[in-house]
């Protein structure tokens, strides 16, 4: 009889945070802060892995004791923690950007653009024409904030990290065959932390998986070795 391959010892832990590391009242329970903690005794790096904004990841990251780089922005940006400092970046390329801009531009929706400089988040976005109560809350909560002219948000203007909608899911169904013509990815919830769908659109490659597995092979980690919670990534633990 065939023997199955015994499992190589885990290295690496990647969680991400939504829906999994937090529980529905967005907090971090007691027995799950106590089983990373123990992950950690047992010589396993933990990092997080998520869509978030560094502004609303990083109280976490310290709350868990990550002392490796975080995963952030959907795999668009790994930051040091916790000194800020950039690991990796992949960028969606501004002319695919604007892109995609245009075609949310097309629906009335209000685009959502993200950068980071200089260990700060900047947030860009069109004239207020666009604007609703759930982009007006998000927009609010963001550090740095600037508007441009439509025509000019992408276009001659530094690759940014990522585009995200805010808006019903509905809008982003007719949206998105367009947008997947597009050389780019993207990813959809349908019901996000702002009270509507959410789209985020970026580089072709970008994902939380292709974040971790770039983490992981900086470490000289396989990701044989690595178990993901909360994301799908091509390796993957049971």
Same mark, same amino acid.
């Not at 329970?29 to 802060?33: D, H, V």
């Given at each position: 009889m065939h023997q199955p391959q015994p499992l190589e010892p885990l290295k690496m832990l990647a969680i991400d945070i939504d829906g999994t590391l937090l529980n529905p009242q967005k907090q971090i %329970? /007691?027995? $799950?802060?106590e089983a990373i903690q123990a992950a950690r005794q047992a010589g396993l790096v933990v990092t997080l /892995? %998520?869509?978030r904004r560094h502004i609303n990841t990083r109280g976490i990251a310290s709350t868990l *004791? +990550?002392?490796i780089p975080i995963i952030l922005y959907d795999g668009a940006l790994i930051l040091e923690h916790p000194n800020g400092h950039v690991f990796h970046t992949l960028m969606l390329q501004a002319e695919i950007a604007q892109q995609a801009l245009d075609i949310l531009v097309q629906h009335r929706v209000q685009p959502v653009i993200h950068h980071y400089y200089a260990l700060e988040e900047e947030t860009w976005t069109g004239l207020e024409e666009f604007d609703t109560p759930s982009v007006t809350n998000y927009l609010t909560s963001s550090q740095t904030l600037r508007r441009f002219p439509y025509a000019s948000c992408c276009l001659g203007q530094p690759d940014p990290l990522r585009i995200v909608a805010f808006t019903s899911e509905e +809008? +982003?169904?007719a949206i998105l065959p367009t947008i997947s013509a597009l050389n780019c990815a993207w990813n959809m919830t349908p019901l996000g932390s702002y009270? $509507? /769908?959410e789209l985020s659109i970026m580089h072709a490659r970008c994902s939380k998986a292709s974040g971790v597995q770039t983490l992981a092979d900086s470490l000289g980690i396989p990701m044989s070795q690595v178990m /993901?919670? *909360?994301m799908a990534i091509t390796t993957l633990r049971c």
């Open positions: %329970t /007691a027995r $799950t802060r /892995a %998520t869509a *004791g +990550v002392d +809008v +982003v169904q009270h $509507t /769908a /993901a919670i *909360g």
